[in-house]
């Protein structure tokens, strides 16, 4: 897809309140030295990043979104960029981060035990995915998804791992995300209004229906483990 990452990534940098929405069930676990892997434009980074986290690397393999992400953080002093996979980075974390990446990894079992192996011990190991397999759709193959995950998948124990917490969120878009399968199936990337919506309109609405449905139901997956 010619214009992937570019339209994807910038349309979805713009989704501040869904990413801060996501973020408050995990920044209390984001300290010391931090890995975010796939780190894109740094729609994550920019709402989590401060002055008391010991050092951040961001990877990236997309050229686009390394020259992106050394433009927006250089001035940030604690903020390195790397173009090597986590098997290759010599180097052990306190946190490693994968929001909206382990779905572009055809294999993901492999890439999570190589992020297993970087950790600290008594480190978190954070994911955000997309969820449900129904609505695998034209974005999901336009920007190189395998798959989309259910909870399922996230075991308990997954790789001896601790699991902390598992949330489903944004059960508005779940629905969004569904009918607009159905209604613009031609249609691959949302447009800058849709996304507006989705964000200012139904995100707000999302957060109490959420917390209602207990974080069962949504069109993400946000999990967290530690490494004992």
């Not at 890995?35 to 434009?41: H, I, T």
């Not at 729609?43 to 961001?58: A, G, M, R, V």
């Not at 890439?111 to 978190?124: D, F, H, M, P, Q």
Request: hydrophobic share 40%; glycine share 4%.
């Amino acid at each position: 897809m010619k214009n992937y990452p570019e339209t994807a990534t910038e349309r979805f940098d713009g989704a501040n309140l869904h990413i801060k929405y996501c973020l408050h069930f995990v920044k209390k676990f984001i300290y010391g030295d931090i890995l975010e892997v796939g780190a894109g434009c740094g729609s994550f980074t920019k709402n989590y990043l401060n002055k008391n986290l010991k050092k951040i690397i961001l990877t990236d393999l997309d050229i686009k979104n390394i020259s992106d992400l050394k433009k927006r953080f250089k001035k940030e002093k604690n903020v390195k960029i790397s173009k090597l996979p986590v098997k290759k980075i010599n180097k052990k974390f306190d946190v490693i981060l994968y929001f909206h990446v382990l779905e572009h990894i055809k294999n993901d079992n492999a890439e999570l035990i190589s992020a297993k192996s970087r950790l600290k011990k008594n480190g978190y190991l954070i994911i955000m995915v997309p969820s449900g397999k129904k609505i695998f759709g034209n974005l999901d193959k336009a920007v190189g998804h395998f798959r989309r995950y259910e909870r399922s998948f996230f075991k308990k124990k997954l790789l001896k791992l601790k699991r902390v917490k598992l949330y489903s969120l944004d059960i508005f878009g779940y629905w969004l995300y569904f009918l607009n399968k159905i209604f613009f199936k031609k249609e691959i990337f949302p447009s800058k209004f849709k996304i507006f919506l989705w964000d200012k309109i139904f995100t707000p609405m999302t957060i109490v229906l959420d917390r209602i449905l207990n974080y069962k139901y949504g069109k993400c997956i946000l999990v967290i483990y530690q490494k004992n």
